[in-house]
């Protein structure tokens, strides 16, 4: 049994950095900068590159030894870069026509938004030519060492990777010399750091976090992700558990009685009726009961979470709404096992019909009941997305649908691991749940 | 359910003269009257959604505001041209004849006016729900291009060959499976950026799972069976025992998954658009659902109305056919559910 557990748990390591990967490479791509969303537009380069300092968010995604920064933004004519902007207070150069941006021979400094870091490699990236030809250029950090030799310049475009050697110092601007020949053009331009370690990545990071335990910090309203999740529980399961168990026991009941009293009119009436609720859509279960049954008729509050009878309707529209399909299935379920000898036998020793039906019928019809049941525990936790957007409850359902509107990464992705693990851990508690329902099941 | 009885239960459809097994499926499926009934709310559907196409093309062929699309600010809140007394005029009139005639005539004009009524711009209610019924027949059968090639394919793969392929299907299909399942949709839909393909590659990336999770294990057991072994004995290629031997076997499954997650994926772009991921600028039930919820504290129930018994008509046929066609295909299925 403990050798069982023990490797059900090392099978689930390999699905759960599946999703760790899946959550980080998918939800990296919906936030945009998380720095500009954290700290406003206004915010000083230098104060971004702190905050994707501290948040790991200046590094590379995966792997790499190159990562972009904040002291030059990434320049490219082609793609119609702003270059007043990129090129702003550089002296030695001007702009010209088709987008580029020359320089005569002589010496220009170009400044940084924010100064480069010592001891630190970095290197500029320039697509460049010199029509005339003839000329070389060199580039040194202002304050660094003086670092690359002199490079001659084709006259065709030419992708130049240009070292800056680490200084001491800290640098806040570019010196640009070229020597001899016309001016020389350039129209592409990107500074890059060398990271410490390859590996030292936006994934590695984010690992790290998630082997602590850490979600990290909410970007919307700078609150830890942990403790949201941690506030959101609460009435996410007020919301949700009720619905799930009193689903489970009317169905379950209903069932029992449709299976006991099959083709009479009762059970005919159950399956249209179960057919009907089930292909009427969510939403408008939510929209019509909010509006005749809140506004029209005011027997429940509308909106809100203050008291038990604000959870009075989304209760009962999340358990009209999924009664159908369960009705369905443990009818179903139902129906195999009370044609059984077994149930015969029962009965003409003299049980009772509750007996049977309870103690014998439902005990055997468990495993397909496990089965659909425990599997939708996770459910519970993410809470329902719609209801509590709808009706103001602030459980993790609405935190998902606000975090997915302002592309909050950290959250989005906190409700996401936790949701998968406890999913994961529901399917082992299935199997266990097997071996307890029927004894011929063995664990190994 | 015992929509339909199949004419010999106990004859397994696996293996059996395919040609006259669908045409037995077919009789069998016709002679119900729920699922003759479900076919023709179908039909309608699909010819809805045919029509709506035509329009919508035409439109964009001509360069014009579509139809469906006109603001119309003299005729807003128009209620359905029932709820508006057409005949009211007809029938209070002294007994004319030829002005009768003529009353008759503009009554029924007014019934073919805006017969479904306007919404808050004017717009013909009745078009709109056309257009969404060609967005939701365009999204049920994208969203299953996308997933039932993907979960056949790695369902057929794993169940077939076993081995470090079928570790890599388990893993990949675990992991997608323990993701919650809307959160992955809308993440997947907001990097693709809204609009109907990130609609369709949302709902198809992730619902393929539980087709493949099938097509697995009855692959697993059609690997076993003796015509399999008899294929592999005469030399025939991997290639061709999968798709030409092995597949028809397993097709079954499908269908009747085809049949359950089209209505399913109706629903999620409606749920879509209405939280304004999905469709843009163009009339989508789910968008119409969300205008209809705003217009309703102003009296105007008709939108919702409608949209709801169209949504409702649509799922409910597929889900009447789903059954019928579960107890068609599959006959273990079948006697299962018969007790």
């Given at each position: 049994?403990?050798?069982?557990?023990?490797?059900?748990?090392?099978?689930?390591?390999?699905?759960?950095?599946?999703?760790?990967?899946?959550?980080?490479?998918?939800?990296?791509?919906?936030?945009?900068?998380?720095?500009?969303?954290?700290?406003?537009?206004?915010?000083?380069?230098?104060?971004?590159?702190?905050?994707?300092?501290?948040?790991?968010?200046?590094?590379?995604?995966?792997?790499?030894?190159?990562?972009?920064?904040?002291?030059?933004?990434?320049?490219?004519?082609?793609?119609?870069?702003?270059?007043?902007?990129?090129?702003?207070?550089?002296?030695?150069?001007?702009?010209?026509?088709?987008?580029?941006?020359?320089?005569?021979?002589?010496?220009?400094?170009?400044?940084?938004?924010?100064?480069?870091?010592?001891?630190?490699?970095?290197?500029?990236?320039?697509?460049?030519?010199?029509?005339?030809?003839?000329?070389?250029?060199?580039?040194?950090?202002?304050?660094?060492?003086?670092?690359?030799?002199?490079?001659?310049?084709?006259?065709?475009?030419?992708?130049?990777?240009?070292?800056?050697?680490?200084?001491?110092?800290?640098?806040?601007?570019?010196?640009?010399?070229?020597?001899?020949?016309?001016?020389?053009?350039?129209?592409?331009?990107?500074?890059?750091?060398?990271?410490?370690?390859?590996?030292?990545?936006?994934?590695?990071?984010?690992?790290?976090?998630?082997?602590?335990?850490?979600?990290?910090?909410?970007?919307?309203?700078?609150?830890?992700?942990?403790?949201?999740?941690?506030?959101?529980?609460?009435?996410?399961?007020?919301?949700?558990?009720?619905?799930?168990?009193?689903?489970?026991?009317?169905?379950?009941?209903?069932?029992?009685?449709?299976?006991?009293?099959?083709?009479?009119?009762?059970?005919?009436?159950?399956?249209?009726?179960?057919?009907?609720?089930?292909?009427?859509?969510?939403?408008?279960?939510?929209?019509?009961?909010?509006?005749?049954?809140?506004?029209?008729?005011?027997?429940?509050?509308?909106?809100?979470?203050?008291?038990?009878?604000?959870?009075?309707?989304?209760?009962?529209?999340?358990?009209?709404?999924?009664?159908?399909?369960?009705?369905?299935?443990?009818?179903?379920?139902?129906?195999?096992?009370?044609?059984?000898?077994?149930?015969?036998?029962?009965?003409?020793?003299?049980?009772?019909?509750?007996?049977?039906?309870?103690?014998?019928?439902?005990?055997?019809?468990l495993i397909p009941i496990i089965t659909s049941t425990v599997i939708a525990i996770p459910f519970l936790y993410t809470g329902s997305l719609l209801l509590e957007s709808f009706f103001g409850i602030p459980g993790l359902g609405g935190l998902s649908i606000n975090a997915i509107n302002s592309a909050d990464v950290d959250v989005i992705r906190g409700v996401v691991l936790v949701g998968a693990v406890l999913y994961m851990a529901a399917n082992l508690l299935t199997d266990l749940c097997y071996a307890w329902a029927d004894p011929r099941?063995?664990?190994? | 359910?015992?929509?339909?009885?199949?004419?010999?239960?106990?004859?397994?459809?696996?293996?059996?003269?395919?040609?006259?097994?669908?045409?037995?499926?077919?009789?069998?499926?016709?002679?119900?009257?729920?699922?003759?009934?479900?076919?023709?709310?179908?039909?309608?559907?699909?010819?809805?959604?045919?029509?709506?196409?035509?329009?919508?093309?035409?439109?964009?062929?001509?360069?014009?505001?579509?139809?469906?699309?006109?603001?119309?600010?003299?005729?807003?809140?128009?209620?359905?041209?029932?709820?508006?007394?057409?005949?009211?005029?007809?029938?209070?009139?002294?007994?004319?004849?030829?002005?009768?005639?003529?009353?008759?005539?503009?009554?029924?004009?007014?019934?073919?006016?805006?017969?479904?009524?306007?919404?808050?711009?004017?717009?013909?209610?009745?078009?709109?729900?056309?257009?969404?019924?060609?967005?939701?027949?365009?999204?049920?059968?994208?969203?299953?291009?996308?997933?039932?090639?993907?979960?056949?394919?790695?369902?057929?793969?794993?169940?077939?060959?076993?081995?470090?392929?079928?570790?890599?299907?388990?893993?990949?299909?675990?992991?997608?499976?323990?993701?919650?399942?809307?959160?992955?949709?809308?993440?997947?839909?907001?990097?693709?950026?809204?609009?109907?393909?990130?609609?369709?590659?949302?709902?198809?990336?992730?619902?393929?799972?539980?087709?493949?999770?099938?097509?697995?294990?009855?692959?697993?057991?059609?690997?076993?069976?003796?015509?399999?072994?008899a294929a592999r004995a005469m030399g025939l290629g991997h290639a061709r025992i999968l798709f030409r031997h092995i597949l028809p076997n397993v097709f079954h499954l499908v269908i009747i998954t085809i049949s359950l997650r089209f209505p399913a994926a109706v629903s999620t772009e409606v749920f879509l658009s209405f939280l304004g991921i999905g469709v843009q600028g163009e009339p989508s039930w789910g968008v119409m659902l969300g205008n209809a919820r705003l217009r309703l504290w102003q009296g105007m129930w008709w939108e919702l109305?409608?949209?709801?018994?169209?949504?409702?008509?649509?799922?409910?046929?597929?889900?009447?056919?789903?059954?019928?066609?579960?107890?068609?295909?599959?006959?273990?299925?079948?006697?299962?559910?018969?007790?």
């Amino acid at each position: 049994m403990g050798y069982y557990l023990l490797r059900r748990c090392l099978q689930m390591l390999p699905v759960l950095f599946g999703v760790v990967l899946i959550t980080f490479v998918l939800f990296h791509v919906v936030g945009g900068s998380p720095a500009v969303m954290a700290l406003g537009k206004n915010a000083t380069p230098a104060a971004l590159e702190e905050f994707d300092e501290t948040r790991g968010f200046n590094r590379p995604l995966l792997w790499g030894s190159w990562t972009s920064t904040r002291a030059w933004t990434d320049w490219d004519a082609r793609r119609g870069s702003d270059r007043s902007g990129a090129w702003e207070g550089t002296t030695g150069s001007r702009l010209d026509a088709a987008g580029a941006v020359l320089f005569s021979p002589g010496v220009g400094v170009v400044p940084l938004a924010c100064p480069l870091r010592a001891n630190t490699d970095y290197r500029w990236r320039l697509d460049v030519r010199q029509p005339s030809g003839g000329g070389t250029l060199a580039v040194t950090a202002e304050g660094g060492a003086p670092s690359t030799a002199a490079v001659p310049v084709p006259t065709r475009w030419t992708r130049l990777v240009l070292p800056l050697a680490a200084g001491a110092g800290r640098a806040d601007g570019l010196r640009i010399t070229v020597t001899g020949g016309g001016p020389l053009e350039i129209r592409a331009a990107r500074l890059e750091r060398r990271m410490a370690h390859p590996w030292d990545s936006q994934l590695a990071h984010y690992l790290g976090q998630v082997a602590r335990l850490d979600f990290g910090v909410s970007l919307a309203t700078n609150e830890r992700v942990a403790d949201m999740l941690k506030q959101g529980i609460g009435p996410s399961l007020m919301l949700t558990a009720p619905i799930f168990f009193g689903g489970l026991i009317v169905s379950i009941a209903l069932a029992l009685i449709c299976a006991w009293r099959r083709d009479s009119w009762f059970d005919r009436l159950t399956v249209v009726i179960a057919v009907v609720l089930m292909s009427v859509n969510y939403l408008v279960w939510i929209v019509a009961g909010q509006y005749v049954l809140a506004y029209h008729a005011g027997w429940f509050p509308i909106w809100g979470f203050d008291s038990w009878r604000c959870l009075l309707l989304p209760v009962s529209i999340g358990l009209v709404s999924g009664l159908g399909a369960n009705l369905r299935f443990y009818r179903t379920v139902m129906l195999e096992e009370i044609n059984r000898d077994y149930v015969r036998t029962a009965l003409a020793k003299g049980l009772g019909t509750p007996a049977v039906l309870i103690r014998h019928v439902l005990r055997n019809a468990l495993i397909p009941i496990i089965t659909s049941t425990v599997i939708a525990i996770p459910f519970l936790y993410t809470g329902s997305l719609l209801l509590e957007s709808f009706f103001g409850i602030p459980g993790l359902g609405g935190l998902s649908i606000n975090a997915i509107n302002s592309a909050d990464v950290d959250v989005i992705r906190g409700v996401v691991l936790v949701g998968a693990v406890l999913y994961m851990a529901a399917n082992l508690l299935t199997d266990l749940c097997y071996a307890w329902a029927d004894p011929r099941i063995r664990l190994r | 359910m015992t929509t339909f009885a199949p004419e010999s239960p106990g004859v397994a459809f696996a293996g059996a003269d395919a040609a006259a097994g669908g045409l037995r499926v077919w009789r069998g499926l016709r002679s119900g009257w729920r699922t003759r009934a479900s076919m023709i709310v179908l039909a309608l559907f699909a010819a809805a959604a045919l029509w709506g196409e035509i329009v919508y093309r035409l439109a964009q062929a001509r360069d014009r505001t579509p139809s469906y699309a006109q603001l119309n600010l003299d005729a807003r809140y128009l209620p359905p041209s029932l709820f508006r007394h057409p005949f009211a005029a007809a029938a209070g009139a002294e007994a004319d004849a030829p002005q009768v005639g003529a009353r008759l005539y503009a009554g029924l004009r007014e019934l073919a006016r805006h017969p479904f009524g306007t919404d808050n711009l004017g717009r013909d209610v009745g078009q709109r729900l056309i257009q969404g019924a060609r967005i939701a027949f365009q999204v049920g059968v994208m969203t299953a291009l996308i997933a039932i090639p993907l979960g056949l394919l790695l369902g057929l793969l794993a169940g077939y060959f076993g081995g470090w392929v079928d570790d890599v299907v388990v893993w990949l299909y675990s992991t997608v499976a323990a993701i919650p399942g809307l959160l992955f949709i809308l993440a997947i839909a907001l990097v693709v950026g809204k609009g109907l393909t990130g609609v369709y590659l949302g709902i198809g990336l992730t619902t393929w799972v539980g087709l493949c999770r099938l097509i697995r294990g009855e692959t697993l057991k059609q690997r076993e069976q003796t015509y399999v072994q008899a294929a592999r004995a005469m030399g025939l290629g991997h290639a061709r025992i999968l798709f030409r031997h092995i597949l028809p076997n397993v097709f079954h499954l499908v269908i009747i998954t085809i049949s359950l997650r089209f209505p399913a994926a109706v629903s999620t772009e409606v749920f879509l658009s209405f939280l304004g991921i999905g469709v843009q600028g163009e009339p989508s039930w789910g968008v119409m659902l969300g205008n209809a919820r705003l217009r309703l504290w102003q009296g105007m129930w008709w939108e919702l109305t409608f949209v709801t018994i169209a949504i409702f008509a649509v799922v409910l046929a597929f889900n009447l056919l789903g059954d019928a066609l579960r107890d068609a295909l599959d006959p273990r299925a079948a006697s299962k559910s018969e007790g």
